[in-house]
């Protein structure tokens, strides 16, 4: 997941953006959060049975941050979600 933000090749649907302006993180921060972060959860997703990932990272001024994410077919990091923990 590293070398796909490293490489730019990550997509956020609508709802994350709607909400890293809610906690107001830029994708910077979003960004930093998966340089920094760690994997603490893999779930199955219900209706489509692909596995989504939890990331715990920091942003980059220190907040704690977790991101959704899984992997497209076609290889791309698909953002589901990001918050402030």
Request: net charge negative; hydrophobic share 40%; glycine share 8%.
């Amino acid at each position: 997941m590293r070398e796909k933000v490293r490489a730019l090749q990550y997509v956020m649907t609508l709802h994350a953006e709607e909400e890293m302006d809610g906690d107001d993180l830029s994708i910077f921060d979003v960004e930093q959060t998966f340089l920094t972060g760690q994997i603490t959860e893999r779930q199955r997703d219900a209706e489509t049975g692909e596995w989504k990932y939890l990331i715990s990272g920091k942003s980059i001024e220190g907040a704690d941050v977790v991101a959704v994410a899984r992997l497209s077919p076609t290889g791309k990091l698909i953002i589901i979600t990001v918050y402030v923990e």
